[in-house]
């Protein structure tokens, strides 16, 4: 079974430019989270997807920060214009969104974002 | 109320030693409190986890001591090896959160050959 893809792996961009990640999870999952990891720092959650409706988006920066998930499959998140702070590795991990499961989240390898 | 807190943000040990890491919680709503692992360029990858209604829980050399009037849980690694080197987490959900995954701040161990 494939994991959860992510792409770019890695990116270096100019404050005030605009970056996208993209995330194509488990297949089958229907729930789809956004998680930001800023070096020495556990995962913080930006926001969730259940099939293509957005579940938690309250900490997600929406003034500089967008994601969507149209056929409620593959993702992308958009940082537009990015900042210094921004630098961190972005996860995308998916599950499975069955009311009785375990709680397991499959992690991508993340994307590392450098601001520059 | 949302906090889990982790530590030591650090630990050494040595091969065949035992590795312990605590975990604190404030928000008695929390019924899940997985640990992850995870590997430097490598997502977090789900190690072990406990429900409130039992205190131990062991999976080979793994095992989480959950005391639940402390709301404190600890992940303990026997016979800790080189390759157990990693950074891990604990974590905390609620149901009706969709499962939404409250991490701490993580550990670094080491493991000294």
């Known amino acids: 079974e494939a994991g959860v893809a992510q792409s770019p792996r890695y990116k270096i961009i100019e404050k005030r430019q605009s970056v996208a990640f993209w995330c194509n999870p488990i297949?089958?999952?229907?729930?789809l989270y956004w998680y930001q990891q800023i070096l020495g720092q556990g995962p913080k959650l930006l926001i969730q997807f259940q099939n293509n409706g957005v579940v938690d988006d309250s900490q997600l920066p929406k003034d500089r920060f967008s994601a969507e998930r149209l056929k409620g499959v593959d993702s992308t998140l958009k940082i537009q214009p990015a900042k210094l702070e921004d630098s961190a590795v972005y996860l995308c991990a998916s599950s499975s969104g069955q009311v009785m499961n375990t709680g397991e989240l499959f992690f991508g390898e993340g994307s590392r974002l450098t601001v520059l | 109320q949302q906090q889990v807190k982790q530590s030591p943000q650090s630990l050494i040990v040595q091969k065949g030693g035992i590795s312990i890491i605590n975990c604190a919680y404030e928000n008695t709503a929390f019924d899940y409190f997985p640990w992850y692992q995870q590997f430097p360029g490598k997502g977090p990858a789900l190690l072990i986890a406990i429900r409130p209604d039992v205190s131990e829980k062991k999976e080979g050399r793994f095992t989480i001591s959950f005391n639940k009037s402390a709301k404190q849980f600890s992940l303990h690694i026997m016979d800790s090896q080189p390759g157990d080197s990693a950074t891990y987490f604990c974590?905390?959900?609620?149901?009706?959160?969709?499962?939404?995954?409250?991490f701490g701040s993580g550990t670094q161990l080491t493991v000294l050959p």
């Open positions: 297949s089958g999952h229907a729930t």
């Open positions: 974590a905390a959900s609620m149901y009706g959160s969709a499962r939404q995954l409250t």
